[in-house]
């Protein structure tokens, strides 16, 4: 009996292992162009507002557009790849997303600006609480917070390498007769389109259905995560989609993570300009290259977190709390106050470091509390729900500046965002988590 339980943790470990080397690399380069395209008109800013005639209160308003059609189909994006599968709908949401990214590139005025961003935001909807959900398939708990942090590398690499990219392809001004702007969203977009093609024929659905397994390894994979699965049923959360969305707990997480949100779009927007101010140069290859510092610190930082977190068991609230201050609210705050670009720079370092960090263990959470349908329609609406700051933050950060007429002050306003979530994040502990245990070590928690 010992010898097969044996052998059946050793198969366990290893297809983990396995599904770390083959799926989460192919997730986290999707996410590097899913973020990419929701972000890239960042880099595109002056120059696109100045030949398309777009105002800055306009851009505030097109650029946090996206997420107003991500939040209205997030949930029904999601329940639809919880029937039809990941694979084929992740083709499709990659390959629409994509063509209307590309259709930027089109833009003349600020109502064709507003429509595309709405329908970015329509088509992209599901993509990552979807691969959330994905992962909970394949991965039990304990390992679970490690994986979203693979998986959340897709946005420091997107800037890393995104940045240079999106600064070469601007640098194309002039070329076949378009407008550097125009080659970075055509070019950017129709790759979304190839790599979704790609998932299709790369990824599968469950562990059962992946030949890349051994026998044992599919088996004792798949018997993991259906006993989890079965687990969290007799633990009192939602089990029907409408009583997830009702939920005082994922609502309270929907909070929690729409703070975090304004934080890290408020940057993110306005990262390239902020950099461009700070070195006294135009937004290109220069400002693209240092662009992607903060988020070469942010990568070296986000898988050293996660499995401290995964370590950590019960304790990661604390840890994931001080994080989000320290890193995030601290980290705007200096790259604000220091008019030094070295030590804004190091700022914003630090707040790209704490954000990426603290999101790959906030999903742990959600997904140790949901399951099955209730999980599909939870995580949609917290993703939904908070990445409304991406909307709230770049007008709410224009609003700030407007009215206390300090160019420095919706970047005040995003650390107190930042400080918001950490106390949130602290009282989380009000919650018991159902499955908050380290790996290889029986339940602690109490049942909620």
Known sequence: MQAADHAQDEALTSAIRRVMVRLMPFLFFMYIIAFLDRVNIGFAKEEFQLHAGISEAAYAFGAGLFFIGYALFEVPSNLIMQRVGARWWMCRIMVTWGLISAAMALVTNELTFYALRFLLGVAEAGFFPGVILFITHWVPHAYRARCNALFYLGIPLASVLGGPLSGMLLELDGLAGLFGWQWMFAVEGLIACVVGVWAFYYLDNKPAHARWLSPAQRDALQSAVDAEAAAKEGRGGPHRVWKALVDARVLYFCLVYFLIQCSVYGMTFYLPSQVAAAVGADVGLLVGLVTA???????????????????????????????????????????????????????????????????????????AYLTGSAAAAGIGL?????????????????????????DTAGLYLLALCGLGAGALFLLISRFRDPVDERPGEPETAERP
């Open 293 to 367: 510092i903060p988020w070469t610190v942010a990568l070296l930082v986000n898988i050293t977190v996660s499995i401290g977190a995964d370590r950590v068991g019960q304790q990661r609230k604390r840890f994931v709390a001080a994080a989000c201050v320290v890193g995030g609210s601290v980290g705007i705050a200096a790259s604000a106050f220091f008019g030094n670009p070295v030590l804004a720079i190091a700022g914003l370092s630090v707040a790209a470091a704490g954000y990426i960090s603290v999101q790959p263990v906030f999903w742990t959470f959600p997904a």
């Open 382 to 406: 917290i993703n939904s729900l908070g990445n409304l700051g991406g909307f709230v933050a770049p007008i709410a950060k224009t609003w700030a500046e407007d009215v206390l007429n300090s």
